[in-house]
């Protein structure tokens, strides 16, 4: 089974920076054990929606060539908990961009209130000269038009983004 953390993007434009959201709900079942009676969003969780929007933000201005995955957090900083009726309002800026990884930069707000600041480093995971993929592109634009991802999209000289054309074979 796969696991969102985010429900939807509000904006992106691509290479550069994007916003995504994720609607914390009391009927997630990992709210009833963390913690039992005062329900929390795990910290690692809202990390892993970062992951996810940046990861997304990474391998769309990739053309989906090779497989970057989340390396490192060198930066993780709470304010305060997410708690279920909150909008968290992930916005994320690719930093940096190389053939062997990317560095983007997220902040997580609730409202005004800036609830967390982090740095992700992605890394591409390369077997030989071959990308061993998690996900196929054909996966990963399956789930960027889920998330509305080409609804708010913009490519990098300001027009429409649109879906990449992708063979057959992937």
């Known amino acids: 089974m796969r696991w969102y953390w985010i429900d939807r993007f509000q904006e992106f434009e691509s290479g550069r920076r994007a916003r995504a959201v994720k609607n914390v709900s009391l009927s997630e079942d990992h709210l009833h054990?963390?913690?039992?009676?005062?329900?929390?969003?795990?910290?690692?969780?809202?990390?892993?929606?970062c992951a996810q929007?940046?990861?997304?933000?990474?391998?769309?201005?990739?053309?989906?060539?090779g497989n970057m995955i989340l390396a490192k957090v060198p930066k993780a900083t709470f304010h305060f908990e997410a708690v279920p009726g909150d909008t968290l309002t992930y916005d994320l800026t690719l930093e940096h961009l190389s053939r062997d990884g990317a560095l983007v930069s997220a902040?997580?707000?609730?409202?005004?209130?800036?609830?967390?600041?982090?740095?992700?480093?992605?890394?591409?995971v390369m077997e030989g000269d071959r990308a061993r993929r998690l996900f196929t592109p054909r996966e990963l634009l399956g789930m960027m038009r889920l998330?509305?991802?080409?609804?708010?999209?913009?490519?990098?000289?300001?027009?429409?983004?649109?879906?990449?054309?992708?063979?057959?074979?992937?």
């Open 53 to 65: 929007a940046g990861g997304i933000l990474v391998g769309e201005h990739l053309a989906f060539q």
């Open 147 to 170: 998330l509305g991802v080409y609804n708010v999209g913009r490519a990098a000289d300001g027009t429409r983004l649109l879906p990449p054309k992708l063979p057959l074979d992937e």
């Open 33 to 49: 054990d963390h913690f039992p009676g005062r329900p929390v969003m795990p910290a690692s969780l809202i990390v892993e929606g």
């Open 107 to 124: 902040t997580c707000r609730v409202g005004d209130r800036l609830l967390a600041e982090l740095e992700l480093f992605f890394a591409n």
